[in-house]
């Protein structure tokens, strides 16, 4: 019984295609729903890195 394993290489590019699928059915759903038209909450991106945030705090003070 010689199973064939998929690369890590293809399982990625199935996980990529597989997600990009959702996140399109996603956003259908929140078109749909008129969630698109609601204003976003917050529009400032933060740092992502605890450096980031630590001199955010700073200059904030």
Do not use: C, N, W
């Not at 199935?14 to 996140?23: G, I, K, P, V």
């Amino acid at each position: 019984m010689a199973e064939i394993k998929p690369t890590p290489y293809q399982l990625a590019a199935q996980f990529a295609q597989e997600t990009r699928l959702a996140a399109l059915i996603f956003q259908e759903l929140a078109e749909s729903d008129g969630a698109s038209r609601k204003p976003k909450r917050s529009t400032v991106k933060q740092p992502r890195s605890a450096a980031g945030r630590r001199a955010g705090a700073r200059t904030h003070r």
